[in-house]
């Protein structure tokens, strides 16, 4: 028997009958199609075949050989789902006419990665999802599910988080039977938020978790009557979802950012790959709050809560939550990615900066110990303000855009641009109360 169908053999014996054939668009939203378990091979060999220009960020064309992207299987991948029973899920790399997809993200990050392994070189990450539990309101918009939450400080209430109990354990039960490493759940510092977090590995396998999460998290949300909701900022008074990413270098067993000297939080190297992911951020900032609602995010103004966590100056600082990049010992975590960011995109621009910072030798200047928010922050060069601006940096910074490819970087700025405009067009309720009697 050949490994497919020895493979095929165990997955009937676990009662699979279907795969559920899953890979991200440009967005970071997860797409597929179910495959019955018999065609178990084809999936591996070949893929499965999807009318390519109807992927959000292919580019792909209508007709021709072109046209078709089949995402071949990943069987490292491969996962049962507990709240699907009798189907499997595995992940799909993108193909066109034979080979590699260059504008699929998961090809995206697999090009950045093989950067790093030429040097010998992994890169660990942790992703932690911050996220709201939503209901739909009968005449349009949307409040926390819990009604009660209302706290004025919300963070860590446990009131609430008791609430949410029922959907978060399914939650945790599914991932935990999917074999993530879940190591927390909290209520987070605004209504109808939380986190969950889980154990950091390899980048690729990171990617693949969150999209992981997403699909058990709107089947828990949809199982117990909720809207699981990954929008960046919904409710203008509260503060936004971040989706922070935790990162270390390896060689085998070494971590390349351990310190030798015990009061620095990274080694020179770290330190080299803080420096490229500081100066390439205006850039960065476009994949990782890649919506026009991330900007709201990233901003200063009063929260309910007295603050919002997220970054608006470019700045690094040991333990310091109120940076970009908060150093800590042996890694970094990098604050700017908000829950709207597609992780293999991110990653791939994260490494690329990080790269040139090594290779350039670049200095990301002194540790920032101020807490940004309370006026420190007169030092530091601030974040582009807007999803244009984002764009702007993005076209003009040839590192990062690289790191897509051309097709992908194309699509990216061109769909980015559209949704940009739409919104440019929209004529709010904001503007009708401020202007439509005032002049
Ligand atoms: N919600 C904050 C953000 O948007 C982060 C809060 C925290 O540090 O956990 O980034
Ligand atoms: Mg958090």
Redesign the pocket.
């Known amino acids: 028997m050949n490994d497919a169908e020895t493979l095929r053999q165990r997955l009937h014996d676990a009662g699979v009958h279907t795969l559920l054939v899953q890979f991200a668009d440009v967005h970071g939203t997860p797409k597929g199609k179910l495959v019955p378990l018999a065609h178990l091979r084809t999936v591996l060999e070949a893929g499965a075949g999807f009318a390519g220009p109807s992927i959000w960020g292919t580019g792909l064309a209508r007709t021709g050989p072109r046209s078709e992207y089949l995402a071949r299987g990943d069987a490292a991948t491969l996962q049962p789902l507990p709240w699907q029973p009798g189907v499997a899920r595995i992940v799909g790399d993108g193909f066109v006419d034979g080979r590699p997809f260059d504008a699929c993200p998961r090809q995206v990050l697999r090009r950045a990665l093989a950067r790093l392994a030429e040097r010998g070189w992994r890169l660990e990450v942790g992703i932690?999802p911050?996220f709201f539990l939503l209901k739909r309101l009968p005449g349009g918009g949307y409040a926390p599910l819990d009604d009660h939450d209302r706290l004025p400080k919300p963070s860590y209430d446990l009131k609430s988080l008791a609430r949410a109990q029922p959907l978060l354990h399914d939650l945790r039960a599914w991932l935990e039977a999917c074999g993530l490493d879940v190591t927390q759940v909290d209520h987070?510092?605004?209504h109808g938020?939380y986190?969950l977090n889980f154990a950091h590995a390899d980048a690729l396998v990171s990617a693949d978790r969150l999209m992981l999460f997403k699909l058990a998290a709107h089947a828990a949300a949809e199982k117990h009557g909720a809207v699981f909701s990954l929008m960046?900022k919904p409710f203008a008074d509260q503060?936004?979802?971040?989706m922070?990413f935790h990162v270390s270098l390896w060689a085998g067993n070494r971590c390349l950012f351990d310190a030798e000297e015990p009061a620095a939080d990274l080694s020179p190297l770290g330190r080299h790959f803080v420096a490229g992911v500081l100066a390439h951020a205006p850039a960065l900032t476009a994949l990782a709050a890649p919506t026009v609602n991330s900007y709201k995010?990233l901003a200063v103004y009063d929260s309910i809560t007295g603050t919002?966590?997220?970054?608006v100056w470019i700045a690094h600082g040991p333990n310091n939550?109120t940076a970009l990049v908060r150093t800590l010992a042996g890694r970094f975590e990098w604050?700017l990615p908000?829950a709207a960011a597609n992780p293999y995109l991110a990653l791939a621009g994260l490494v690329a900066a990080g790269l040139e910072g090594i290779d350039r030798a670049l200095d990301p200047g002194a540790p920032c110990h101020d807490d940004l928010y309370a006026g420190g922050a007169v030092a530091h060069p601030r974040l582009p303000g807007d999803l244009a601006q984002a764009l702007d940096a993005l076209q003009a910074d040839d590192v990062v855009a690289a790191a897509l490819g051309a097709t992908l970087a194309a699509e990216f700025v061109r769909l980015k641009r559209d949704e940009w405009r739409a919104w440019a067009q929209q004529i709010g309720p904001w503007e009708l109360a401020r202007y439509a009697e005032a002049f």
């Open positions: 932690e911050e987070e510092d605004a938020q986190e960046p503060p936004g979802s971040g922070h995010r919002t966590w997220a970054p939550r604050r908000d």
